[in-house]
């Protein structure tokens, strides 16, 4: 990634210990292509994602019953959901903890991984993805919508997490099992959060983008939306480097998900997250990122 990033690496560092104007980007060689954005008028679409904390148990009791689990090995396809809520993985020592939460786990999947806390001492442990059931994705805040449990314009993470908090848990696994894809987990020795660059993630500058236009590693340039505390847009953008580190199965086309890091505030920051902007993507004259127009298919719109 050095090799053919380290160059434009080094320039933007010029660029901003010197002044960091905008302007000024094309006197260090640094080319800029506006996205076209999913109406061709420039506006990308920014969610957010973090790495949850879920305090969990070793040992299932009344309170902390459901298991986080271990990527099995299935003979043909593995499990759905349903199935797995059914029990179809009891028995095989794939229980890596149980938390006292249904929705929080689903949380932990839907970011990909998340730290836990076992209770038994002070120590955080980092769980990584391993791996999923290989049934379809299917989105539970589109599920919400269409059954109109929430307005298409509140949806967030948040908003999902809110609903469930007031439903009982047969309903809240009900609607969870119109998702049949599943997420695995396995213990990481290293607390670093990596994505799919295999690089750790560094808060507010690393981002989830679609590989096919933005290969691990590219650098954008981006006019992100500034919230209040509410997750209400204030009126206001403010520009920012962004490394892109990461993908995502929801993560295409004219689509960022920004890392907000560890833990409660950096979820509420990641939950209330769906607002657009504008991005350029950046690349550096007489290099191998020269010329950062020519994405796939030209310039990148929907």
């Given at each position: 990634?050095?090799?053919k990033?380290?160059?434009?690496?080094?320039?933007l560092?010029?660029?901003?210990?010197?002044?960091?104007k905008?302007?000024?980007l094309?006197?260090?060689?640094?080319?800029?292509?506006?996205?076209?954005?999913?109406?061709?008028?420039?506006?990308?679409?920014?969610?957010?994602?973090?790495?949850?904390?879920l305090?969990?148990?070793?040992?299932?009791?009344?309170?902390y019953?459901y298991?986080?689990?271990?990527?099995p090995?299935?003979?043909?396809r593995?499990?759905?959901?349903a199935?797995?809520?059914?029990?179809?993985?009891?028995?095989?020592?794939?229980?890596?903890?149980?938390?006292?939460?249904?929705?929080?786990?689903?949380?932990?999947?839907?970011q990909g991984s998340?730290?836990?806390?076992?209770?038994?001492?002070?120590?955080?442990?980092?769980f990584?993805?391993?791996?999923?059931?290989?049934h379809r994705?299917?989105?539970?805040?589109k599920?919400?919508?269409?059954?109109?449990?929430?307005?298409?314009?509140?949806?967030?993470?948040?908003?999902?997490?809110?609903?469930?908090?007031?439903?009982?848990p047969?309903?809240?696994?009900?609607?969870?099992?119109?998702?049949?894809?599943?997420?695995?987990?396995?213990?990481?020795?290293?607390?670093?959060?990596?994505?799919?660059?295999?690089?750790?993630?560094?808060?507010?500058s690393?981002?989830?983008?679609?590989?096919?236009?933005?290969?691990?590693?590219?650098?954008?340039?981006?006019?992100?939306?500034?919230?209040?505390?509410?997750?209400?847009?204030?009126?206001?953008?403010?520009?920012?480097?962004?490394?892109v580190?990461?993908?995502g199965?929801?993560?295409?086309?004219?689509?960022?998900?920004?890392?907000?890091?560890?833990?409660?505030?950096?979820g509420?920051?990641?939950?209330?997250?769906k607002?657009?902007?504008?991005?350029?993507?950046l690349?550096?004259?007489?290099t191998?990122?020269?010329?950062?127009w020519?994405?796939?298919?030209?310039?990148?719109?929907?």
């Open positions: 990634m050095d090799r990033y380290g160059p434009l690496y080094r320039q560092e010029k660029w901003i210990k010197t002044d960091g905008v302007q000024d094309t006197k260090y060689g640094i080319q800029a292509a506006q996205l076209g954005g999913s109406d061709d008028r420039g506006n990308v679409m920014f969610t957010g994602y973090y790495s949850p904390v305090e969990i148990r070793h040992y299932p009791d009344a309170e019953k298991p986080v689990y271990a990527m090995k299935c003979k043909g593995c499990p759905s959901r199935q797995i809520y059914a029990g179809a993985l009891k028995g095989q020592g794939l229980e890596l903890g149980y938390s006292k939460s249904m929705i929080d786990v689903f949380m932990m999947e839907v998340g730290f836990v806390h076992y209770g038994d001492n002070d120590e955080m442990q980092y990584g993805y391993a791996g999923k059931n290989g994705y299917v989105s539970i805040g599920v919400l919508i269409d059954r109109g449990e929430v307005p298409r314009d509140k949806m967030s993470l948040k908003a999902i997490h809110d609903w469930a908090e007031k439903q009982s047969a309903k809240l696994r009900e609607l969870l099992e119109q998702n049949p894809s599943y997420v695995f987990f396995e213990r990481r020795p290293s607390l670093d959060v990596k994505g799919s660059a295999g690089i750790p993630l560094l808060a507010d690393a981002v989830a983008g679609d590989r096919k236009y933005f290969p691990m590693g590219s650098v954008i340039l981006a006019e992100v939306p500034k919230l209040n505390e509410a997750g209400h847009w204030t009126g206001k953008h403010q520009l920012q480097l962004f490394i580190l990461d993908t199965g929801a993560v295409k086309r004219n689509h960022f998900d920004i890392y907000h890091g560890r833990g409660e505030k950096a509420i920051a990641a939950g209330h997250y607002h657009f902007g504008r991005v350029w993507k690349g550096l004259k007489g191998a990122t020269q010329d950062p020519l994405m796939a298919n030209g310039q990148l719109s929907d």
